[in-house]
């Protein structure tokens, strides 16, 4: 598994501490997948309320499928809207799932999963600071197939 981020420096403190605990975040969900562990992935430093429920549910269903995935996701367009507060923010991203197949955590078979327009995949997200200084996702929505990230 690889995942590129692109965008991970805007010269703005705030933006660039959300786009870090972004990929960070994000890594969690794959590493329960990986590992088929819920429990060492660190989903729930990074994703709290609805998208916790959402993301745990998710890796929950690949790891109870034996199913993980090999190859690189590309994550670009990120964009991130800070809140007068600063204590919460919006961000949005892109990713493509182009370059990466599902695979058989069990042989390691992987399943040659084709490029579809739903390989392109729109992401909106809730963030809000907690006490520590860690910008957790508390809501997350996505839009598989969006015109906004094909090629």
């Known amino acids: 598994m690889k995942l590129n981020f692109e965008g991970q420096q805007t010269g703005d403190a705030t933006k660039d501490a959300i786009l870090a605990d972004n990929e960070r975040t994000v890594s969690t969900v794959w590493q329960a997948m990986a590992s088929g562990d819920l429990k060492k992935s660190g989903m729930a430093f990074y994703y709290t309320d609805n998208a916790l429920v959402g993301v745990y ?3 929950k269903g690949a790891i109870d499928k034996k199913t993980s995935w090999a190859g690189t996701l590309r994550y670009f367009d990120r964009r991130v809207t800070v809140f007068d507060d600063k204590k919460s923010a919006a961000l949005t991203y ?5 370059k990466a197949d599902l695979k058989n955590r069990e042989t390691n078979k992987l399943q040659g999963t084709k490029t579809t327009p739903d390989s392109y995949v729109f992401y909106n997200l809730g963030l809000k600071k907690n006490q520590d200084g860690v910008w957790q996702t508390w809501d ?3 839009d598989r197939g969006s015109q906004k990230c094909q090629p």
Do not use: I
């Open 57 to 59: 549910e998710y890796a």
């Open 94 to 98: 892109c990713v493509d799932e182009s």
């Open 140 to 142: 997350l929505t996505e």
